[in-house]
């Protein structure tokens, strides 16, 4: 499985690219994103993405909040980690921060499965 932020270009190597943000990112166009799926549901709530506001100081806690989140979506996580188990996987998001940002903690579930 892969992360990768959305404005960088689609590689082969990318395999199934999946993008896991609410809100379509500023600036891309659809057919060049070169999408298999955009995967809304995953998403962090609107909700928790405004508290987050994507600062660094409150990384933590957004990570344990939107964890408690996913615990909901079982179903959502069972598809996601179906695809990576037969073939590689990108996670798409269109946060700045290639370190904090919600691909980065759904990875880590996916990744925690049985």
Do not use: C
């Amino acid at each position: 499985m892969k992360i990768k932020r959305i404005y960088e270009n689609p590689e082969p190597d990318d395999g199934y690219r999946m993008l896991i943000d609410r809100i379509w990112p500023r600036g891309v166009k659809k057919e060049e994103a070169m999408l298999d799926e955009w995967n809304k549901d995953i998403a962090p709530s609107t909700e928790l993405r405004k508290w987050f506001g994507h600062q660094q100081a409150l990384f933590e806690e957004f990570s344990k909040r939107y964890k408690a989140e996913l615990s909901n979506k079982a179903e959502a996580l069972e598809h996601i980690k179906s695809i990576a188990d037969k073939q590689q996987l990108t996670l798409l998001y269109a946060a700045k921060d290639k370190e904090m940002n919600n691909a980065r903690v759904l990875s880590e579930v996916i990744q925690q499965m049985k």
